[in-house]
């Protein structure tokens, strides 16, 4: 797999869950669908990228 920092599934993998986070807080939907990250599965699968949360390490930075 490429390195994390410029792999698109690994951040396709932790976009998602901003995004879904975002969506429960907001109220605009109430839990992550099972099916909803599966062509994050599929990329993984094929090697196309990262797409084991577990295996991706996230390095948040303030920019403020």
Same mark, same amino acid.
């Given at each position: 797999f490429p390195s994390h920092d410029t792999d698109p599934v690994a951040v396709d993998? %932790? @976009?998602?869950e901003i995004i879904v $986070?975002? =969506?429960i807080e907001m109220g605009v939907q109430k839990e992550d +669908?099972?099916?909803? $990250?599966k062509f994050l599965d599929l990329a993984h699968e *094929? @090697? *196309?990228g990262e797409g =084991? =949360? +577990? +295996? %991706?390490? *996230? %390095?948040?930075k303030n920019l403020g």
């Open positions: 993998r %932790i @976009g998602h $986070a975002k =969506r +669908s099972p099916t909803a $990250a *094929l @090697g *196309l =084991r =949360r +577990s +295996s %991706i390490d *996230l %390095i948040e």
